[in-house]
């Protein structure tokens, strides 16, 4: 119970389905949840109800189920990544500090609640926020750290990064 506190959620759209029958509509709703712990972990959930709040509970259940963490490095990624889901596509860059966050709409609460805080998002192609949230999370998990590189070439650190140092004369 004590870690689902330090989660915080935001509910990032809401939609509504209407079915026409003989007696009339029914309405049903859809809900998509993040939640994050502003220090690199964080996840979707996708709910679906006759009740807007019976969707976003089951939403927030779904997101804490699906909680990845990711390698925040001075307030950003890594590195350069594309994230890929259906018809959506993400193009993330890490950005310099004081950057802020420059993204669309729906990814934007991803990243806050993830804990990055300098980054350059662009969505290309689909603009669907389920999509486009769930391409963010692909390429969040496509990300890997120095030390887990150089794990998988068997190399020190230090060889893979070649600091050039220039003499002055």
């Known amino acids: 119970m004590t870690e689902e506190k330090q989660f915080a959620d935001k509910i990032v759209h809401i939609g509504r389905v209407t079915k026409v ?3 009339g509509r029914i309405f049903k ?22 009740e807007v ?6 939403a927030l259940e779904a997101a804490k189920k699906n909680i990845i ?19 959506s596509e ?19 609460s991803l990243f806050e609640l993830a804990g990055v805080h300098n980054i350059l998002a662009k969505s290309v192609r689909s603009r ?5 949230l769930y391409a963010a999370l692909n390429g969040f998990s496509k990300i890997r750290t120095v ?11 230090s060889e893979l990064i070649k600091i050039n140092q220039v003499d002055e004369e």
Do not use: Q, W
């Open 147 to 157: 030390d887990e590189v150089a794990e998988v070439r068997n190399k020190d650190i």
């Open 90 to 108: 993400i193009v993330m860059k890490p950005a310099a500090p004081g950057t802020g966050i420059i993204a669309g709409g729906a990814v934007r």
């Open 21 to 23: 029958v003989k007696g």
């Open 29 to 50: 709703f859809t809900a998509l949840v993040v939640v994050g712990d502003r220090n690199g972990k964080v996840g979707v959930g996708h709910g679906k109800a006759r």
């Open 128 to 132: 669907n926020p389920f999509n486009s």
């Open 69 to 87: 963490s990711i390698p925040v490095v001075k307030g950003s990624i890594p590195h350069e990544v594309l994230g890929c889901y259906r018809a």
């Open 53 to 58: 709040p019976d969707a976003i509970r089951k």
